[in-house]
């Protein structure tokens, strides 16, 4: 319930909270609908391939989550996502599937050929003009406008669709922040701090910043501000008990100074979660930017990660 801190002594064990909401099998978001005509048939082997791998994971027992953010219509950076990540039971994407990138109808179509489920980010809601645009960059807007024209009915419905939260196994989902989960960004400790109060699960995932960082609550300054941590990679990062605000990075526009594709895995029966990032063909996702006429400062930017 927004505005009601948690009750502490109650739920903060990870393991009890997935263990009451575990789904053992992947649910009907899974239908396989609106399916790609794909440019590379290397490319395509590699998603099949990890749709296949997705779906008999799903028979086993651990269940793992591929979390994924803003993945800005950047099917090369996608794709190469999904190339790397190996098993998984279902994706949960914390929206801004469309908007800057060059692919939109293809990025939603691939993500609809997984069983996952999908919260709506503010470039989600511009292209649908559910948001104005006016607040956006030039170059935004010019993407946003643009976007609007090429989204499929199909897919405009989709994206029409997506909730702004979502809580799932114990989980709470959203774009921005659990206070205003379409707008607002947890760039600062301050923010993060007063979004504590706005969702009862033990950890929040965020995007929409761009940026991979964990807020954790019992980490705080004097002034009993929370700290950020950076996402450590390598060895898994141990959930445990503490309640988090965890941003799992871009897929495709980082904006950290790492161009690299940037994604996690939740394990919630190991109760860890592991950060990754992989390089993709930026060149391809350029390519089909220039080929669009997209804005020049907006392809630039993919090569730096800014
Ligand atoms: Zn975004």
């Not at 789904?23 to 590379?40: A, E, I, L, Q």
């Amino acid at each position: 319930m927004v505005g009601r801190s948690l009750n502490r002594s109650a739920s903060l064990n990870l393991k009890n909270v997935v263990s009451y909401y575990r789904v053992r099998v992947c649910r009907s978001s899974s239908t396989r609908d609106g399916r790609p005509v794909y440019k590379d048939a290397g490319k395509r082997s590699q998603v099949s391939t990890a749709r296949k791998q997705c779906m008999l994971y799903s028979k086993g027992f651990a269940m793992r989550y591929l979390i994924l953010s803003d993945i800005h219509a950047n099917l090369a950076a996608f794709d190469a996502v999904l190339a790397d990540v190996g098993h998984f039971d279902k994706i949960w994407c914390l929206g801004d599937m469309v908007g800057y990138g060059p692919q939109p109808n293809e990025c939603i179509e691939r993500l609809r050929e997984f069983p996952h489920i999908c919260v709506a980010g503010n470039h989600d809601w511009a292209a649908l003009g559910k948001l104005s645009d006016s607040d956006f960059n030039p170059d935004a807007q010019w993407a946003c406008r643009w976007t609007q024209e090429k989204l499929s009915p199909e897919n405009f419905e989709y994206l029409d669709n997506l909730p702004m939260t979502l809580i799932e196994e114990g989980f709470t989902l959203v774009h921005g922040s659990p206070r205003q989960p379409i707008w607002e960004y947890i760039l600062y400790p301050s923010i993060a701090t007063s979004n504590f109060a706005y969702f009862d699960t033990q950890i929040c995932f965020v995007g929409h910043t761009h940026t991979p960082v964990i807020f954790r609550y019992e980490h705080s300054d004097s002034d009993g501000t929370c700290l950020p941590f950076p996402l450590p990679q390598g060895n898994p990062l141990s959930l445990g008990e503490e309640r988090m605000i965890i941003n799992p990075g871009s897929v495709g526009q980082p904006r950290d100074g790492d161009p690299r594709a940037s994604y996690a895995i939740l394990d919630t029966d190991e109760a860890t979660l592991q950060y990754h990032r992989i390089p993709y063909p930026i060149e391809i996702t350029q390519r089909e930017m220039m080929e669009e006429g997209l804005p020049i400062r907006l392809i630039a930017r993919l090569g730096y990660g800014w």
